[in-house]
């Protein structure tokens, strides 16, 4: 099996773990609201969500419980996150949260 150069640092099961291996909040909403924009039928359970985002477990479940917290996400009764209705995809974004724009002002 032939592996292209440089091909094994883009699978991220092969990533370094650790400190600085996960991106920073605002990057890791950004990249799961939009998952979920784009995939509109999509239903994940935490250890589904984690592998995909590619962050720890815990650390997935906390920024996931602050999205349904903040209407951005909603969780069905079996603990599946899915996305909330996209029936109006030019509505206005909630506002930052507090935490975030605390963060950003730094």
Do not use: K, W
């Not at 291996?21 to 979920?36: K, N, Y």
């Amino acid at each position: 099996m032939t592996v292209l150069p440089g091909a094994e640092s883009l699978d991220r099961r092969r990533q370094e773990r650790g400190v600085g291996a996960e991106p920073i909040r605002a990057d890791l909403v950004a990249m799961v609201l939009g998952t979920f924009r784009e995939m509109p039928g999509l239903c994940l359970h935490l250890n589904q969500a984690a592998r995909l985002f590619g962050v720890h477990p815990t650390t997935c479940q906390v920024l996931l419980d602050d999205l349904v917290a903040l209407g951005r996400l909603r969780r069905a009764h079996d603990g599946q996150y899915l996305g909330r209705d996209l029936a109006d995809p030019l509505a206005a974004p909630s506002p930052m949260p507090n935490y975030l724009r605390t963060f950003r002002e730094h």
